[in-house]
């Protein structure tokens, strides 16, 4: 599987994570970006035994985009501490089904997840188990069915953009669990983790990258 490489050096390797791909070994035994990139940096490198690559976030498997990865475990720790100070900035697009009330605006919400059934679903603040999940959005455009939007994510939960975006009446594009009363069996999820910073471990300064949306509906009726 051809992975396209966004940022590579001996710290660092940021990658477009295509749709459907989990990002490590699940139940399903499918191939997982890890060990996909794993075989990646032992070919380049002729590496002998095992490779060292850490895992510093996730994205869900229907899901692409930009993802970062640590190829040091000096690397490793740091961008995990950048994680947890939200200091890796990350900036997704999504296709919406209907349009949101306001251009632009901050959702806050708090969400739990059932983990038997991975499922994530809004619950007041008092609730056991509830987390603080918040977002920032900009309408981009719209169209007669939806809208394109930019998400900044202040929160990093599970599910937290499909579900939050779902609580205001907005389930995005071809969301099954979400939105299965707008969206057909087989549509693929139109959110796509589109730009990615994050500090450098050793050069201390901010590594950037854009990778947009593919050029295929529904994405490219907003182009």
Known sequence: MHINVLYEDNHLLIVEKPVNVPVQGDSSKDKDLLTILKQYIKEKYNKPGDVYLGLVHRLDRPVGGAMVFARTSKAASRLS????????????????????????????????????????????????????????????????????????????????????????????????????????????IALWASSLSVKHPTKKEMITVDCPPPDSPPWSAFT
């Open 81 to 188: 501490d950048e994680l947890r100070k939200h200091q890796i900035y990350r900036k997704y697009l999504a296709v919406t089904r209907g349009h949101l009330l306001k251009e632009s605006g901050r959702l806050t919400d708090y969400l739990r997840k059932n983990r038997r059934k991975n499922i994530v679903s809004v619950v007041k603040q008092n609730e056991k188990d509830a987390q603080k999940a918040v977002l920032d959005y900009q309408v981009l455009k719209n169209n007669d069915t939806g809208s394109l939007v930019q998400v900044d994510l202040q929160t990093g939960r599970s599910h937290q953009i499909r579900v939050q975006m779902a609580n205001q009446g907005t389930p995005l594009y071809g969301d099954q669990k979400y939105g299965q009363h707008v969206n057909k069996p087989g549509q693929q």
